[in-house]
């Protein structure tokens, strides 16, 4: 059974940090990419970030340089280090991953806030 828990989201200042955190369990890890997506209040569900089996990171244009996505294969767990937060970044953020022949599998989500 394919299981991702979010954690590591909360409050943060304009101009913060936080780390995300995805932990899995239920499929072979490093065989697959990983991704990031988020959803703000009224909007539709963004992809923010993925990275490949191999390790090469995709952002989108509006995180690029301030959102770094890695993975720790051992741990099998993905990240999502966010600095320089602005207020449009406040969203329910959600691990992802599609997982052949089972398909597609989504956190619980965990909410940032960011706010002065």
């Known amino acids: 059974q394919v299981q991702l828990v979010e954690s590591g989201g909360g409050l943060a200042q304009p101009g913060g940090s936080l780390r995300l955190s995805c932990t899995t369990s239920?499929?072979?890890?490093?065989?697959?990419?990983m991704a990031w997506h988020r959803q703000a209040p009224g909007k539709q569900r963004e992809l923010v970030a993925f990275i490949t089996s191999a390790g090469e990171a995709n952002y989108a244009d509006s995180v690029t340089g301030r959102f770094t996505i890695s993975r720790d294969n051992d741990e099998k767990t993905v990240y999502l280090q966010m600095n320089n937060l602005k207020v449009e970044d406040t969203a329910i953020y959600f691990c992802?991953?599609?997982?052949?022949?089972?398909?597609?599998?989504w956190g619980q989500g965990t909410q940032v806030t960011v706010s002065s």
């Open positions: 992802h991953v599609n997982v052949y022949p089972t398909g597609e599998h």
């Open positions: 239920g499929f072979t890890f490093r065989r697959f990419a």
